[in-house]
C-alpha cells in the first residue's frame, strides 16, 4: 500500500515573488523618471517656443512697419537722430500716415516691473489715441533682451534699409535659461 502522493502544487514561492516585486519596482521607478524628465523638458521647449514666437513677433511686426515707412533714423543715445548708422539703439520712421513711429530698446535695469525691454511711441494725427512709450516685448520675467541693435543704411542713391539685431534669453523656472539671437532687415517699398 502506498500513502498519499506528494503532489506538488504549481506556483510561485515567497521568494520569487518578492524578487520579482523588487525587480518591477526598480523598473518602474526608473521609468518614471524618466518621463517626469521628459514632461519636464517638454513643458520647457513649450515655453521657449511660445516666448520665441512672441519675439519674433514683435520684431516682424517692427519691420513690417519699417517697411512701409520712409525717412529711417537712428540715434545712439535716444536723442541724436541720424539718417545713418550702425548699433543704435532707437529706430524712427515715418509711416504711411505721416506719424512718426519711434522703437528704442532700454536695457533691463531701466525697465518699470512688468515692462518689456523694447518699447515704442506713435506721435502724430493718426496715432488712434495711443500715448506715451508702450511696451512691445514680454515682461522680463519672461524675456530678458540684452541686447538690441538698429542700424540704417542707405542714402541719395542706395536703397534705404534697417538691420535689428536682438541677442537675449528666457528663464526658465528651475534657474536655468536658453540664450537667443535674432536678427531681421528690411527695406523701404517705395523709392523717394
Known amino acids: 500500500m502506498s500513502g498519499p502522493a506528494h503532489s506538488r502544487e504549481k506556483g510561485f514561492t515567497l521568494v520569487e515573488m518578492l524578487v520579482a516585486t523588487a525587480i518591477f519596482t526598480v523598473v518602474m521607478t ?10 519636464g523638458a517638454n513643458d520647457r521647449s513649450q515655453s521657449l517656443k511660445t516666448v520665441m514666437d512672441n519675439v519674433s513677433f514683435a520684431v516682424g511686426q517692427m519691420a513690417r512697419g519699417i517697411r512701409s ?6 540715434s ?13 539703439s532707437a529706430v524712427q520712421y515715418l509711416d504711411p500716415s505721416g506719424d512718426t513711429i519711434e522703437y528704442k530698446f532700454l536695457q533691463s535695469s531701466a ?4 515692462m518689456g525691454n523694447l518699447e515704442t511711441l506713435c ?4 496715432c488712434a489715441g495711443v500715448s506715451g512709450w508702450q511696451s512691445v516685448t514680454a515682461p522680463t520675467s519672461t524675456v530678458t533682451i540684452t541686447n538690441m541693435a538698429f542700424s540704417v543704411y542707405g542714402g541719395a542713391n542706395v536703397q534705404p534699409r ?5 541677442t537675449g534669453f528666457v528663464p526658465f523656472k528651475n534657474g536655468t535659461s536658453t540664450e537667443f539671437d535674432i536678427e531681421t532687415a528690411a527695406s523701404e517699398r517705395l523709392r523717394n
Open 123 to 126: 506721435t502724430g494725427a493718426n
Open 162 to 166: 534697417v538691420v535689428i539685431t536682438a
Open 76 to 88: 545712439i543715445d535716444g536723442t541724436t537722430w541720424t539718417a545713418s548708422c550702425s548699433g543704435g
Open 30 to 39: 526608473s521609468a518614471i523618471g524618466a518621463l517626469v524628465s521628459i514632461i
Open 69 to 74: 515707412g520712409t525717412s529711417y533714423a537712428c
Open 111 to 114: 525697465l518699470a516691473p512688468g
